[in-house]
């Protein structure tokens, strides 16, 4: 059975996940036929597996902004593999390319790739570049655990920016979960004190804390953030139970060094790939798992609160590739017909 | 994990062919390859780096590269003047209306940095070009936009129009630029909310807002951090709605911004202005040169040149250009470089300008031991006239004599004198570079980055 196949058949029987697949495709569709419609091209126009057509491949992975060195990995691998199963037809080719990128998705622990929830109060910190869309997807998040029945309780750490406490307030109101907040210019250290405190005391499941957008070059800013990291595991050992960076899509190369970065001083557990429903790949994601280990744990897919999806390697891979398997499906029901 | 610069990426090359003692079209074409790994791990797009090269391949092959002493150097400054002339002059210059208000309109896409820049942006039109803006609150979809923009406004004290969440920001704009007439204001900022360059519903709606009095400006706000996509991105902004500028936010991060480049070769749009850093007062011209220095990785080099120029005496270097060519360059005049070098300013903040400085780990925290360059003075005055023109004669018994004299280690005598070798080497190098190409005189600070090991 192809790759695909397996994919579909994995899907299908389950409602749930035929819905949530669904939305991503649907939030995919511009990444998507972007992507899978360049390898389309790549496989119409080449018949053989020859070096153009890896340096075509190449280009497009490059233009996914997956970065220099993990594409001449990913090429070396390919052709180490192509040669291997002695594939000469582009056309499956596709598949195992899929299966290559889902592969540096697997590869390590699988379960490093969902929320680790504590016993009692589980705290999640959000951490990022200026404007990447942290507080957007705390509401989101918040949205989405309460829906699966936990109490949440938020922390407007962002004591910095114009309007940032008035925002996550916003967000709160519309989610429906409390706000603990202290005013524009406080010490944000001191307001992730109060919300653990009561968090504890009010006894939710779950206590998630903006903080300011910065830049991962500011000493100063870094060392806030480090002492914010600080207070909340002297309050709660174990805790902050997941430190996600919130990463824009768009964002190029520089996102290697971000996650580098705030992962020197948050110890950061997951990604959160934001504003993947507009034209950029996102694809430094996967030099940031091959390089750093940290996982995408969720996907932000557009600006309203239900616009969050969990990370799923192989959905993530399915959506990129539907076409291609809408097309094979075709292929091995002709053959079937025969 | 910071990305290595043009310059340390042609050091294999260079090295090779320094070897060979002549360089073939295969080097040249070897040299465009780090040229082009060099743009791509800058984010410049891929069908942009293409191009380039092309051009600046056909520039260099044809031209005295194949000659020249240091061919490395030859190709990043043909590069880097490529890459210079492609971003355009300095032209922070603002178009305003004949017919009052002036509007400007601030486009782009979601967390760009657009209301943080309309607040830097009328504070620097009030304060250098003696305006009266207002400054308009049209983003009414993202929570609190309203509220950001209105406590910039009370910051800088300046007005902002704003009527909540209810209207259409299109009317909004209306009524705001009407205002603006009445209370003779005479310049009019619309902060528009972030969206999908691929959102038809939401660009239509920046069609209607230009609709309403031609913008003297409108300026895409792009984070200098985005990737590939920044051609897309400006590339649909400038067809629906015709940009008249580019705003380079974030600037202030460590990213190299090869989507200056990118938007630039699409757009064809000058970038104005360089967002560097939250603060209202953070708004700056864009230099391309500086900006090519960026994309290319080789630090702040033209503000260090700067910085030596002023604070170098004309003369004294010319005259220390003709030593280290005849290479009768000594210690006493090593002395007065590392003198001059000193008065350039704290050498902490010298040092983060070198290239490849940024590869240093800690480098905003790097304090230079400036003692360091005491032990340095005090060894150099501990030796004998003979002795600081032919160093060669400085054996064993002499550097004990001059560690003790100068109250340091052999150690560090020995530092020093292999310091001053290299120096020399590569003062040779610098000066055949400078005098093998239309006599041009170089700035010299030899041996800088050496001193500080
Ligand atoms: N299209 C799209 N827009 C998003 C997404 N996530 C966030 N945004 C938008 O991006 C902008 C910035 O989002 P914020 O959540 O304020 O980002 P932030 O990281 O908290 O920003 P600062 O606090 O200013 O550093 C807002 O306009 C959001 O609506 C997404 O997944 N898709
Ligand atoms: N470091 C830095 N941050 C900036 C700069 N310009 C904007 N920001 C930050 O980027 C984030 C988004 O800016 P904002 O003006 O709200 O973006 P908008 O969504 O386009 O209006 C905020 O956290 C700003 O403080 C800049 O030049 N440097
Ligand atoms: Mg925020
Ligand atoms: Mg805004």
């Known amino acids: 059975m192809s790759f695909f196949k397996k994919l579909k058949d994995k899907f299908s029987g389950n409602q749930e996940a035929e819905q949530s697949t669904e939305k991503y495709k649907e939030g995919l569709t511009k990444t998507r036929t972007g992507f899978t419609s360049k390898i389309n091209d790549l496989v119409a126009r080449y018949r053989k597996v020859d070096e153009d057509f890896f340096e075509e491949l190449e280009e497009v992975l490059l233009q996914a902004d997956v970065g220099f060195e993990t594409v001449m990995e990913l090429m070396d691998q390919l052709r180490f ?157 174990g805790a902050p139970h997941e430190v996600l960076l919130a990463l824009d899509a768009t964002t190029g190369q520089n996102a290697l060094i971000q996650a580098q970065t705030f992962k020197e001083v948050t110890n950061v557990t997951g990604i959160v790939l934001t504003k993947l429903d507009g034209t950029a790949k996102g694809g430094i994601v996967l030099a940031i798992r091959n390089k750093l280990k940290i996982p995408v744990k969720f996907v932000g897919l557009g600006e309203q609160m239900d616009d969050l999806q969990p990370f799923d390697a192989q959905k993530y891979v399915y959506g990129l590739f539907a076409e291609g398997l809408d097309k094979e499906e075709e292929l091995e029901n002709a053959e079937a017909d025969k | 994990m910071a990305f290595e610069g043009l310059a340390e990426r042609l050091q294999g090359t260079i090295q090779r062919i320094k070897g060979k003692g002549k360089v073939s079209e295969a080097d040249v074409k070897e040299m465009m390859r780090e040229v082009r790994f060099a743009l791509i791990e800058a ?52 178009e305003f209306a004949t017919k009052q208000p002036t509007v400007i309109m601030m486009v782009g896409l979601q967390g760009a940095g657009k209301t943080t820049t309309s607040g830097k942006l009328a504070g620097m039109l009030r304060k250098k070009h003696n305006r009266k803006p207002l400054l308009v609150a049209a983003d009414v979809y993202r929570p609190a936009a309203v509220q950001q923009l209105e406590t910039i406004g009370k910051q800088l004290s300046l007005p902002v129009f704003s009527k909540g969440t209810d209207l259409s920001p299109v009317e909004i704009s209306r009524q705001a630029i009407e205002y603006a007439k009445a209370e003779h204001l005479d310049t009019v900022i619309i902060d528009t909310a972030g969206r999908l360059h691929v959102d038809e519903n939401l660009m239509q709606e920046l069609k209607d807002i230009r609709a309403l009095k031609e913008p003297d400006e409108i300026f895409l706000v792009v984070d200098a951090m985005t990737g590939q996509d920044a051609v897309n991105v400006a590339q649909n902004f400038n067809e629906a709605i015709g940009i008249t500028g580019v705003v380079l936010t974030k600037l202030d991060g460590d990213t190299r911004g090869g989507a200056a480049l990118s938007i630039r070769s699409v757009t064809d749009k000058p970038i104005k202005f360089v967002g560097m850093g939250e603060k209202m007062d953070a708004l700056e011209a864009f230099y391309p040169e500086r900006m090519a220095s960026r994309i290319l990785g080789m630090g702040d080099m033209l503000s260090l040149i700067e910085k030596a120029q002023t604070n170098v005496d004309e003369a004294k270097a010319k005259e220390l250009e003709e030593k280290f060519r005849t290479s009768s360059f000594t210690f006493d005049d090593f002395l007065e470089q590392m003198n001059q070098v000193k008065q350039m300013g704290p050498l902490d903040e010298i040092l983060k300008m070198l290239p490849g400085a940024n590869k240093i780990k800690g480098i905003e925290n790097a304090k230079v031991d400036e003692s360091q360059m005491g032990r340095v003075e005090a060894i150099i005055q501990s030796m004998t006239t003979q002795e600081k023109t032919t160093p060669e004669i400085i054996n064993s018994n002499r550097r004990k004599r001059i560690a003790k004299g100068s109250g340091t280690t052999i150690q560090d005598v020995n530092r020093l004198l292999k310091q001053f070798e290299d120096m020399k080497k590569m003062m040779k190098q610098m000066s055949g570079m400078a005098n093998s190409k239309k006599g041009k005189k170089k700035m010299s600070m030899p041996g800088l980055d050496s001193l500080f090991k």
Request: with cysteine; glycine share 8%; hydrophobic share 40%.
């Open chain 1, 81 to 237: 593999e192509v040669q291997r199963k002695n594939v000469k037809d582009t056309s499956n080719v596709q598949s195992v390319i899929s299966e290559k990128l889902v592969e540096i998705y697997e590869a390590g622990d699988a379960e490093i790739n969902e929320l680790k929830f504590a016993d009692d109060l589980t705290v999640i910190l959000f951490v990022g570049v200026n404007g990447v869309g942290k507080t957007t997807s705390i509401a989101k998040l918040a949205h989405r655990l309460k829906n699966e029945g936990k109490t949440v309780l938020l922390a407007a750490g962002d004591t910095f920016r114009a309007g940032a406490i008035e925002q996550l307030d916003i967000w709160g109101k519309r989610v429906g979960v409390d706000v603990i907040k202290q005013s524009e210019g406080s010490d944000p250290a001191a307001v992730m004190y109060d919300a653990v405190r009561a968090a504890k005391s009010r006894g939710v499941d779950v206590l998630i804390c903006d903080t300011a957008g910065r830049l991962q070059n500011k000493v100063n800013l870094m060392n806030e953030l480090e002492k914010v990291h600080r207070v909340i595991s002297r309050e709660i050992p």
């Open chain 2, 43 to 94: 984010d410049v797009n891929l069908k942009v780096v293409k191009e380039f090269v092309k051009k600046v391949s056909e520039r260099a092959v044809g031209q005295d590269v194949m000659e020249s002493l240091t061919p490395g150097q030859q190709v990043v400054k043909i590069v880097k003047d490529e890459l210079t002339n492609l971003m355009g002059g300095e032209q922070s210059k603002i």
